[in-house]
C-alpha cells in the first residue's frame, strides 16, 4: 500500500499546451488530484520534439508553479509522458529458467534483457513502464512473481525505442526545474491508464490521443496490450487546412472548428450507397451550405465573409482523411476483431464536434470521447480529454513506486537505465 499522503507529479509536454499534474494516494488506495496547471507551448514543442529550450522551460515553470500552488506541496520529483517523431514500438517475450526454484529480481532482470536484445539501436532509448510489462511463471500470469516458486519465468514486454534527442532533452527540461526526473511512460499508454476501466481492457479496446502535432494509438484486449503506434500528424493538420483554405490565421481556423465542428450531414452522405453500391459523394445540407461565417483576421484582399459549406468540406475532408489512415493501420494487421467495446478518441481534436460520429462511419464500431477515470478528487477543468495523458501519468506514477517497494524495478528511471548502460557496454567493446 502507499504511504498515506504520497504525492505523484506528472507532466505533460504537448505542443499547445505543457500541462501538469499533482495527486495524492491515500491511505486506502484513492487517488486524489491536489493541483493542476497549463501553460501555452506557443510551438515550443512539435511531435515531441523541443524546439526552443528556454520556452519549452518558461511554459513548464508556469505549469508546475500553478499546480504546486493550488497544491500547496512541492513536488520533488516528476514523472513524464513521452512520444515523438520516429518512435518505433513492439512486444517481445524473454523466458529465463529460475534454478533456485524461487523468482528473485535477478531473474526479472534476466527476462528483461533477453526480451529487449532485439531493441537495442545506436541513438535510440528503449522505454519500458511496469504497467505495461507481463510477467508468467510456468506459463501461469502472475501480477508480481518475486517470491512467486516456479522453474521458468516469462516476460511479454511492450518497448519503445525513442529518440535519445527527445528523452535527452525532455530530461534537461524537468532537472532545470530543480526537479527529478523520476520516469518516463510512453504517452500512448499513459492515455490508456488515464481513460480506459478495467471492462475496456478486458473486453477489447482501441484508445486513439488525437495531439496538436502528434497522434498516439494503443489496442487493449485481455488486459494485455496487443498494439501501439505513433502517427506524425495531430489535429493541427485539419486547422492548417482550415487557415489555409479560408485565410485566416491558425487561432481564427482553432476556434471554428471548435465552434462548428464537423458536418452531420457530411458524415452520413460518405457513409450512405447509391442505387449502384458505390459511396454517395458528400454534400452539406441546403442551409448549411447557404450559412454565412463573417471572418475575423482574412488576409487583405481575401473575402471577409465565406460560405460554412467552404469551412464543413475542408475540415471533413482532413479529418476523413486522418481517420482513414489509422483505419488502414488497424485492418493492415488485423486488428480490428479485437475492437469489441470500440474506440475511445482522447486528446484535444476530440472534443471537436461530430469527431466521434466521423469515427464510428469511418470504423462501424461504438466510439466515446476518453475523460479521466478513476480518481477519488478531480478538479472540473482537469475533467477533459486534453488532460487524459498526464493522469495516465499520474496511475503510472503510483504503480511504479508500487513496483520500486516490492523490489520489481530499480531506482534510476528503472529497466530503461539499465538497457542504456548495457548498450553502451556494448558499442564500447565492439565499436571502439
Known amino acids: 500500500m502507499a504511504r498515506k499522503g504520497e504525492i505523484v507529479g506528472a507532466v505533460d509536454l504537448g505542443s499547445r499546451d505543457v500541462r501538469v499534474l499533482i495527486a495524492r494516494k491515500a491511505s486506502d488506495g484513492g487517488i486524489q488530484i ?3 496547471g497549463a501553460a501555452p507551448g506557443r510551438g515550443c514543442i512539435v511531435q515531441g520534439v523541443i524546439q526552443d529550450l528556454n520556452a519549452a522551460q518558461l511554459a513548464l515553470k508556469r505549469a508546475l508553479a500553478d499546480a504546486e500552488k493550488e497544491a500547496a506541496v512541492k513536488a520533488p520529483t516528476l514523472f513524464c509522458g513521452i512520444n515523438g517523431k520516429n518512435v518505433d514500438t513492439a512486444i517481445r517475450e524473454g523466458n529465463v529458467k529460475v534454478d533456485s526454484g524461487v523468482v528473485d ?3 526479472l532482470e534476466e527476462a528483461l534483457d533477453v526480451a529487449s536484445r532485439e531493441m537495442l539501436a545506436p541513438g535510440k532509448r528503449i522505454l519500458s513502464s511496469v504497467t505495461s510489462q507481463e510477467w508468467y511463471v510456468d506459463d501461469l500470469r502472475v501480477r508480481d512473481p518475486i517470491g512467486i ?4 519465468l516469462r516476460a511479454r514486454v511492450h ?3 525513442v529518440p535519445s534527442v527527445i528523452d535527452d532533452n525532455i530530461s534537461m527540461c524537468v532537472e532545470s526545474m530543480g526537479r527529478e526526473l523520476e520516469d518516463v511512460v510512453f504517452l500512448p499508454l499513459a492515455s490508456g491508464l488515464g481513460c480506459l476501466t478495467a471492462e475496456d481492457m478486458d473486453l477489447g479496446v482501441l ?3 488525437i495531439g496538436r502535432t502528434i497522434s498516439g494509438l494503443a489496442l487493449y484486449r485481455e488486459r494485455r496490450i496487443l498494439a501501439t503506434h505513433t502517427f506524425e500528424w495531430g489535429g493541427f493538420d485539419i486547422t492548417r487546412d482550415v487557415a489555409a483554405g479560408l485565410q485566416i490565421s491558425f487561432e481564427e481556423a482553432v476556434e471554428l472548428m471548435m465552434l462548428y465542428g464537423l458536418s452531420e450531414k457530411l458524415i452520413q452522405d460518405s457513409n ?3 442505387e449502384g453500391g458505390k459511396k454517395r459523394a458528400p454534400g452539406s445540407s441546403r442551409e448549411e451550405r447557404n450559412a454565412n461565417i463573417k471572418l475575423k483576421t482574412a488576409v487583405r484582399g481575401a473575402p471577409s465573409i465565406v460560405e460554412r459549406g467552404q469551412l464543413d468540406s475542408i475540415a471533413f475532408e482532413r ?3 486522418l481517420m482513414t489512415k489509422v483505419r488502414q493501420y488497424v485492418q493492415s494487421r488485423g486488428l480490428a476483431k479485437h475492437m469489441v467495446r470500440g474506440i475511445v478518441l482522447t486528446g484535444g481534436t476530440a472534443a471537436i464536434k461530430n469527431m466521434t460520429l466521423l469515427c464510428e462511419s469511418v470504423f462501424q464500431v461504438p466510439t466515446r470521447v476518453g475523460l479521466p477515470e ?3 478528487v478531480l478538479p472540473q477543468p482537469v475533467n477533459s480529454p486534453e488532460y487524459v495523458g498526464a493522469v495516465g501519468v499520474i496511475r503510472h506514477g503510483f504503480e511504479y513506486r508500487d513496483a520500486l517497494r516490492s523490489g520489481r524495478v530499480e531506482v534510476q528511471r528503472g529497466f530503461a537505465s539499465r538497457v542504456i548502460r548495457k548498450f553502451g557496454r556494448f558499442v564500447a567493446r565492439y565499436f571502439f
Do not use: N, T
Open 149 to 152: 516458486r516456479g522453474s521458468v
Open 105 to 107: 529480481l535477478a531473474h
Open 159 to 161: 518497448f519503445a525505442q
Open 374 to 376: 478513476g480518481l477519488d
Open 34 to 36: 491536489i493541483g493542476h
Open 272 to 274: 450512405e450507397e447509391d
Open 319 to 321: 479529418s476523413m482523411e
Open 207 to 209: 484508445v486513439l490521443d
